[in-house]
């Protein structure tokens, strides 16, 4: 329903959702408040100075990598509001709301056949090398590695699965839209990580090195894929603007909505281990003014049922995950910039970085690969091209 171009059924269709979760707001908040205060119950006995520390330092991860990631972000806000503001434009209506936001913005989009998005998934990982794009075709064409079609009774989403015994398999419904191929492209990342290292590590270190480090080859795929769809199909602006709203939708849920709850969390338990009060309505006044920060004057909040958002996330019960995927998405793009510019070394780099599995810590295989996380440069790199995607999306509405 939000995602449909009826902006009533949008409108209804979120506002029902939000209803959903604003009647039973101090059920919801009793339960995470209570979460909440379970965990700095286990910093103090454990000698923890933050939840944050507590939970970055089993991985060896500062935490400035959470800071960074958050001043960086709060930073640059006012490319999120440029971006609120030219969706309307292209939307056609005086006001934006947050209904709108998932709204297509072409009429018509464009037909992608599975075939058709193998074959551009496979251009675009070209950099990588005949290895490992050779690997991947086989996967998707010839090995069964893909549940790809659309069947009665099956479940939404998608996921990928590799283990040292089978093929990568990744679960989804393909419908022929950019969405789908990016989808398909994000879970053959995670599943040609999955068989890197499983060719070549020890089975103790054949496993996921964590959420930070497990986002970013499938947002690489997804980088790559879409730098070659621009350069090779500039001439067709509806096509353009088809793989910007794609982008876009992938860059809201994982560089708006993850670092805006992360935000969210930072607030509550600083509160927490300061002992101030929590309840249901501070905790849904901390999420609004947040939001409030982030659509600026270019988008009209429902403060109501927009300041529920916390509660429909279980993410924030493992304390500091959310922003994790944005560290994933920013590495991402930090890397597939170095490849791009088709550096041999930051090819190689990359691929040691997939088959290293999980024999270090985040920080350390991020290094591997060529960018450092410690610092807030790859953050900004994607914020880079995240203005680029505003900026392109501009010019096509003028």
Not at 223 to 240: I, N, S
Not at 367 to 381: I, R
């Amino acid at each position: 329903g939000i995602q449909s171009s009826d902006r009533e059924l949008r409108r209804t269709a979120w506002e029902s959702f939000c209803d959903g979760y604003l009647s039973v707001k101090n059920t919801l908040a009793s339960n995470y408040i209570t979460h909440v205060k379970q965990q700095v119950f286990n910093i103090r006995v454990r000698g923890y100075d933050s939840v944050l520390e507590s939970r970055l330092s089993p991985f060896n991860a500062p935490v400035e990598v959470f800071h960074n990631l958050i001043d960086v972000f709060t930073a640059n806000l006012s490319t999120w509001h440029r971006y609120w503001d030219v969706k309307r434009k292209l939307l056609g209506v005086e006001t934006l709301h947050p209904y709108d936001i998932w709204a297509p913005i072409v009429e018509q989009e464009p037909d992608v056949d599975y075939a058709q998005a193998v074959d551009w998934l496979c251009e675009g990982m070209a950099p990588l090398g005949d290895d490992y794009v050779n690997v991947l075709r086989r996967g998707c064409l010839e090995e069964r590695c893909v549940d790809y079609a659309e069947n009665v009774g099956k479940r939404q989403g998608a996921a990928a699965s590799a283990t040292p015994e089978t093929s990568p398999f990744v679960f989804m419904s393909y419908n022929n839209t950019l969405m789908a191929m990016s989808v398909l492209a994000h879970e053959m990342g995670h599943a040609m990580h999955g068989y890197r290292f499983n060719q070549v590590q020890p089975d103790v270190y054949k496993g996921m090195p964590g959420s930070m480090v497990a986002e970013t080859p499938s947002n690489f795929n997804q980088a790559l894929t879409r730098a070659y769809l621009m350069d090779t199909q500039g001439d067709d602006p509806a096509f353009q603007m088809a793989l910007i709203d794609e982008a876009m939708f992938n860059f809201h849920r994982y560089f708006f909505i993850m670092p805006t709850l992360a935000r969210f969390e930072w607030e509550v338990y600083s509160r927490a281990e300061a002992d101030q009060p929590l309840s249901a309505d501070i905790l849904n006044e901390v999420m609004t003014n947040l939001f409030a920060e982030g659509y600026g004057e270019s988008l009209v909040d429902d403060r109501e049922r927009t300041q529920m958002t916390w509660a429909q996330f279980g993410h924030l019960y493992s304390p500091f995950y959310t922003f994790q995927y944005s560290i994933g998405i920013s590495a991402a793009h930090a890397l597939a910039g170095d490849v791009l510019n088709d550096t041999e070394d930051a090819r190689q780099n990359y691929l040691a970085f997939l088959e290293a599995g999980s024999s270090r810590y985040a920080m350390d295989l991020f290094e591997l690969a060529g960018v450092d996380m410690t610092k807030p440069e790859p953050v900004e790199k994607t914020f880079g091209v995240l203005s680029d995607l505003v900026d392109r999306l501009e010019k096509l509405a003028s």
